[in-house]
C-alpha cells in the first residue's frame, strides 16, 4: 500500500506565507505526477499546482506567482510554499500523487487525508 502524509497546514493572516509538504511511503516502484488540490466549504475539489517527474509545473490562475510547487523525487516529497495568501485561499489542502507500485503495471492515484489552511485576520 502507498501513503500520503500531508503537514503544514494552520492559520495565517491575509499576505502571509504557509509551506504544505506531503510524503509519500510504502510499496513505492515510480511516482509519475505529485501535486495539491484543494476544497473550500461548498464548492468542489479543484487542482491547485501539479508537477511531474521531469519537473513541469502547472498551477491555477488563482494561485500563479503566488505558489510554488516543488518535488524530490530521492524523497517522494511534494511542497507548496504558498505566498501573499488571501482569505479565498482558505480551504483543505490535499496531495496527490500517481504512483506504480512494486509488481505492478500501471500508475494508480493515491490521496492524502488533506490539511486545512485558514487565511483570516
Known amino acids: 500500500q502507498v501513503q500520503l502524509v500531508e503537514s503544514g497546514g494552520g492559520l495565517v493572516q491575509p499576505g502571509g506565507s504557509l509551506r504544505l509538504s506531503c510524503a509519500a511511503s510504502?510499496?513505492?516502484?515510480?511516482?509519475?505526477?505529485m501535486g495539491w488540490y484543494r476544497q473550500a466549504p461548498g464548492k468542489q475539489r479543484e487542482l491547485v499546482a501539479g508537477?511531474?517527474?521531469?519537473?513541469?509545473?502547472d498551477y491555477a490562475d488563482s494561485v500563479k506567482d503566488r505558489f510554488t510547487i516543488s518535488r524530490d523525487n530521492a524523497k517522494n516529497t511534494v511542497s507548496l510554499q504558498m505566498n501573499s495568501l488571501k482569505p479565498e485561499d482558505t480551504a483543505v489542502y490535499y496531495c496527490?500523487?500517481?504512483?506504480?507500485?512494486?509488481?505492478?503495471?500501471?500508475?494508480?492515484?493515491?490521496w492524502g487525508q488533506g490539511t486545512q489552511v485558514t487565511v483570516s485576520s
Open positions: 508537477i511531474i517527474s521531469g519537473g513541469i509545473t
Open positions: 510504502g510499496s513505492i516502484f515510480s511516482i509519475n505526477s
Open positions: 496527490t500523487a500517481s504512483v506504480k507500485q512494486r509488481g505492478s503495471r500501471s500508475f494508480q492515484a493515491y
